[in-house]
């Protein structure tokens, strides 16, 4: 997909925040998501006293889809194939004049675990008349694209775009820079061109490739600033920062988790504007360019 930078900067946003939605959060991210995708549409439940909430975590009301939400990473082997039953046959018992489709929907974005897997094809080997869909990141992501600009700057912010790109100046970098400046004493680094490939060996995603090119077009301006600060040692100081969190990041998440991570806790308090949030993209891009983020590709010669 040929994203804009506005585009790729929300494709993130919506893939970071499904990432660390858990357990009751990852319902709640659910529901924003149908009901800004679908409007009146979409029929979220809520539980109800002693009834709770019938088997029911929403319904689409024109397709005739009932949704039932999980996190099966978070379950007991056995819990989680109890829940599932016991969901699915309570939906038939309230439900089943209203609905044709049955939705799983969970929060694995690695994939399903096999008994999983293995209870859902049987439910639906015995339940002819019902179809059971699976919905995890991919198929959230679909319906994401489909949002209005309005309705993604309601849930995420006002997005960089290519104008913000283009005023960008020392001001805005300041702002970063002094914000993730810390005492640690410099450590000197050599300048590396960017290693043909890198993008690829961290299994980057186009979303990111595209932020991450968009900041590369600006990044000059980074090492402008640093020629021209006071502190002689401030480049060097920043890029240990950005290497030490990038090393306690990596082994806990993917890398395009590690790539938003790290971009947060750049961009710091004062995340917000999209002048702000380019100056954060055009600051890592310096750094990624310069191999003090992220893996280079094997064989790339030291």
Known sequence: MNMNLTEAYYEQKFETAFLRAKAGEF??????????AYKADFMPCRPWGKQGDRKNDGYLKSERRLFQVYAPNEMSSSKAKAKICEDFEGAKQHWKEYFDRWVFVHNASDGLPPHVQDLLLGLEKVNIN????TWSLE????????LTADDKATWFGL??????KLRLGFDELRIVLENIAT???PLRTEVKDVPAGK????ALSDATERLLRAGMTKSQLVADFFSQWHDETFGERLAKSFKDKYQQLRNAHTPNQTFAELQSWAGGSQRG?????MAVLTVMAYYFERCDIFEEPRGTPR
């Open 27 to 36: 319902q709640t991210f659910f529901e924003r998501l149908m009901g800004l």
């Open 130 to 133: 019902i179809a059971i869909d």
């Open 139 to 146: 198929e959230l992501r679909l319906i994401f694209r489909k």
């Open 159 to 164: 997005a960089p775009t290519e104008e913000t």
């Open 183 to 185: 005492l640690t004493a």
């Open 199 to 202: 993008i690829q060996a961290n």
């Open 273 to 277: 504007t999209p002048e702000h949030e």
